[in-house]
């Protein structure tokens, strides 16, 4: 019974072994930069081979019979992502490397990783069935059928991939053996003759065990990762409480997998989460919970240990996220809700019936709907079916406003770089010409993904990555060249809160009172407020904002974020997939803010524009209730590529049962009204401007922004500033 586990109950400290791991993956962890040495090599050995596939097949090749491999003592899970710690000489060898690359396209503008492998094939079929049906495809092909050449060479490219991992396997079962030999402690010499035992098996074979699951699926992964790049790409391990959990329930039967190894193995997993880089920006994400395919809550037994883990191990990697439901074993909610106790962000909370729904509507088979990913921050995907296009690209709303406000020149040079659409006097004007300049912003953002999509196409495929994922390889066609079952493109629209705000400014001071007009707008927002200091006041001071639960301005975001929305949904992509809007802000908020001149909401000039549907920083709100039912007139499964709600509580707001029970209350209630995706910082301001000051004594602090946790010392000091004058609000 999964309810067995008391929700106070803490997890178990780690083990001395696990202990010294985290510590020495802390310590070491980086990219590794060594691997475009590598790629470099392959790719002068295959100058003229005319299948860009075949090149990359064997670069990849190449680096996994190259790149060094190590076993800790007493690591149970094997498959080390190397780290480059370069000298004078090796640096200038990448540095060549990286330059030739360059020469060669390796690398183009393109959305790449930031999806799940299809474990639960993998690791029931194994890879030298995979293989198999590979040499099947290829054998069962027309010498005489147009897209035979194109398929012969994908599936040439494929068989090299897959046998360059089982290389890559194998080298470990050798290097376990090995390492057995010189042994004096007869317990691990033993430990690694069964590891070179589950290696041998897992290079060809099914998983039959759940050491060997997870031991595949941790193999697969680093493949796909090692493949792409330096780091992990954002690839993650998926939906592991469902696809792990019938060799765990089978070895729990059995009475051959003991709590102790259980954990071990689960801590490990976290811990080589970390391996891939050091403190960065980014995002290695696992799911739990959620609903099976034929709609029953998914949470069982797993899913708590998974919980547990993560709990114990304390590190950046990997990010949780809980995928919620109205029918979710309510212990499990609850438990989730108080591990965010120790301030380090995690979980996440995303709607899972609400992403279903939208998937289903674009033609998602219902029972693939709900194996939902958030493909990295909140951006949507479908476990090892997908090649989902997430982030890409940005658009800046406010500067849609700006240019709808001055005729399509920008506001301070005076440049033409939008299409003309009048010079507008009144509050309707100025929202006819805005929506008028965003329907513009979406094409263009379309226009920008299919020409990406074309040159990832051309330069950038994924032999490797395209045996794991469905059906690349009944289609005979690469994952980059629309292979996967289900092909997106995620467009992401950023600051949207400030366009609200600022129409709401327009119809309050010009249509309703009078008290200024449109030219006054353009004059105040043209010089950053100066000399236009009465209006900035009667702006921020004096108009209402988005995020208080006013009836007029929720059906305002409505239709604001709906047009979005609506200017992307009757696109598609290159491969004839759906288009999906999202409202995700990553860091780019920041970004914008500061190339984006004053906005008529009182932003002034280089400040950070609204952080995806939250309201606009440092706007007065009633509280948390009235801030999300003023986003609930939206439908939130449009936004399927992605919606945040950062929400931030005192430090001593979950120290107490209560505490705990009324945020569980809370995110229920959020749902209940269709909220799309919560994510919750309890930490407090004192802690935050302490970490600003001595930052090397903050390292483990993290923070929720724009869709995913960071560590708080890396931000830049003006997003901090923006974390930290978020409004804290009551449970």
């Given amino acids: 019974d999964c309810a067995t586990v008391s929700d106070e109950e803490e997890p178990m400290s780690l083990s001395d072994t696990a202990a010294d791991m985290r510590r020495v993956v802390q310590e070491e962890a980086r990219a590794y930069h060594a691997r475009n040495t590598l790629a470099a090599e392959a790719f002068h050995q295959t100058e003229g081979e005319l299948h860009r596939g075949r090149r990359v097949a064997h670069a990849t090749a190449h680096i996994f019979a190259n790149m060094p491999v190590r076993i800790r003592q007493g690591e149970l899970l094997v498959g080390w992502h190397p780290s480059s710690v370069l000298n004078e000489a090796e640096q200038k060898e990448l540095d060549a490397a990286n330059a030739y690359l360059r020469t060669q396209t390796y690398s183009v503008s393109a959305s790449e990783g930031h999806m799940g492998l299809d474990y639960p094939s993998i690791l029931g079929e194994g890879l030298g069935a995979i293989l198999t049906r590979i040499d099947d495809l290829a054998s069962g092909l027309s010498p005489v059928d147009a897209e035979t050449p194109e398929r012969q060479a994908f599936y040439a490219s494929a068989r090299t991939s897959l046998e360059a991992c089982q290389t890559l396997i194998r080298r470990y079962a050798d290097l376990a053996r090995a390492d057995a030999d010189t042994a ?48 992990h790409h954002c690839f993650g391990p998926g939906r592991l409480d469902q696809y792990l959990y019938p060799y765990y329930a089978r070895d729990r039967a059995a009475g051959i997998l003991p709590d102790d190894r259980l954990r071990e193995l689960l801590d ?140 399509g020149k920008h506001p301070v040079t005076g440049a033409q770089d939008r299409p003309s659409t009048g010079a507008p006097q009144t509050y309707d004007e100025v929202k006819t010409a805005f929506l008028a300049q965003l329907e513009h912003a979406t094409e263009q953002a379309v226009a920008t993904g299919l020409r990406d999509q074309y040159f990832a196409e051309l330069h950038r495929p994924f032999p490797l990555l395209s045996c794991f994922i469905q059906d690349c390889l009944g289609a005979g066609k690469d994952i980059s060249s629309g292979g996967a079952e289900y092909n997106f493109l995620q467009p992401e629209a ?32 043209s010089t950053d407020y100066e000399d236009n200091g009465e209006l900035q006041a009667a702006i921020l001071k004096e108009c209402p904002k988005y995020g208080n639960d006013t009836d007029w301005i929720n059906a305002l975001f409505a239709e604001v974020a709906g047009a979005w929305c609506s200017g992307l949904e009757k696109h598609r992509n290159r491969f004839d997939g759906p288009v999906f809007p999202g409202f995700l802000g990553w860091t780019v908020w920041i970004g914008f803010g500061r190339d984006t001149p004053a906005t008529p909401d009182g932003r002034n000039a280089g400040s950070p524009l609204a952080n995806s549907l939250a309201p606009c920083t440092g706007v007065a709100l009633k509280g948390t209730p009235s801030m999300l039912l003023s986003a609930s007139d939206l439908d939130h499964s449009r ?56 930052p090397t004594e903050f390292a483990d602090l993290f923070v929720r922004i724009g869709g995913y946790l960071v560590p708080f010392t890396l931000l830049p000091r003006d997003a901090q500033d923006e974390v930290i004058e978020r409004t804290e609000l009551e449970l």
């Fill in 494 to 525: 950023v600051g949207v809160s400030n366009v609200v705000d600022s129409l709401v400014a327009v119809r309050t001071l010009v249509e309703e009172q009078g008290r200024f007009s449109v030219d006054d707008f353009r004059q105040a927002v």
């Fill in 184 to 231: 004096t402690d007869e317990e691990w010499q033993s430990e690694l003759l069964h590891t070179a035992a589950v290696c041998d098996r897992i290079a060809s074979e099914p998983a039959a065990s759940f050491q060997e699951a997870i031991q595949l699926m941790w193999f697969t992964f680093l493949a796909v990762a090692v493949e792409a790049g330096a780091s």
């Fill in 639 to 694: 936004g399927l590529g992605g919606m945040t709600f950062n929400v931030r509580f005192a430090a001593d707001a979950l120290t107490s049962a209560e505490g705990v029970d009324r945020l569980k209350g809370l995110l229920e209630a959020a749902f209940d009204l269709g909220i799309y995706q919560m994510q919750v910082n309890v930490v407090g301001a004192d802690v935050m401007r302490a970490a600003q000051e001595t």
């Fill in 268 to 407: 490990q997993f976290a811990i080589k989460c970390n391996e891939f880089d050091g403190p960065s920006m980014s995002a290695l994400i696992m799911v739990l919970g959620g609903r099976t395919p034929d709609g029953a809550d998914a949470t069982n037994e797993l899913s708590y240990e998974l919980l547990h883990s993560v709990g114990r191990v304390g590190m950046y990697f990997p990010g949780v996220d809980v995928s919620w439901h109205s029918d979710m074993d309510p212990d499990f909610v609850r438990r989730c809700v108080a591990l965010l106790r120790n301030g380090k962000g995690q979980p996440s909370f995303f709607h899972s019936d609400v992403i279903a729904r939208g998937l289903v509507r674009h033609g998602v088979a219902p029972e693939h709907a709900v194996d939902h990913l958030p493909s990295t921050c909140t951006e949507t995907s479908v476990m090892g079916r997908t090649n989902p296009w997430v982030a890409w690209p940005y658009v800046n709303i406010p500067m849609c406003l700006l240019y709808a406000m001055f005729d």
